[in-house]
């Protein structure tokens, strides 16, 4: 009998382009504000990325644009959660605040914009130009996914 072994990297999708975005909005108001710059349809997935562990949960809401003509997928996730915890009180306030991150590394990201598909880097220059020209965004700029540690929270 063979024995066949499998590995993470067997199952990673490395089509895909990632850009990182700085913005106060929240994520349906980006999404909205994205929808009318970029001409794309974003809308809020049925699903989330949810995590748990014996401490906290986290869920990262999704929002995105399918387009079947092209095959091309883009999705819109917020890299952090905040979530309170009500408990003994460690000073003033009876509830803390504990803030978790999708991608630990890029804490300062509010924003990761994935691009699944194949894309021309002269059309990926475009999208982040696109995205900086919208008031409301401070700065957007491409991430290779390669350096990231926890690339693996991005295979949904």
């Not at 991608?103 to 220059?125: C, N």
């Amino acid at each position: 009998m063979q024995i066949h072994s499998l590995e993470l990297d067997d199952f990673s999708d490395d089509n895909y382009t990632l850009i990182g975005i700085h913005s106060t909005l929240d994520e349906y108001k980006l999404a909205y504000v994205l929808n009318q710059k970029l001409e794309t349809t974003f809308v809020k997935a049925t699903y989330s990325l949810d995590f748990e562990n014996k401490n906290n949960n986290a869920s990262f809401p999704i929002y995105e644009f399918l387009n079947s003509k092209f095959n091309h997928s883009w999705f819109l996730i917020s890299n952090q959660f905040t979530n309170n915890i009500e408990g003994v009180s460690t000073g003033l306030f009876q509830t803390n605040e504990i803030t978790m991150y999708l991608i630990q590394e890029k804490k300062k990201v509010d924003y990761f914009l994935k691009l699944e598909g194949d894309f021309d880097s002269e059309y990926i220059v475009r999208i982040v130009d696109q995205i900086n020209q919208i008031n409301q965004v401070i700065t957007s700029y491409t991430i290779d996914p390669n350096i990231l540690k926890s690339k693996e929270f991005l295979i949904f």
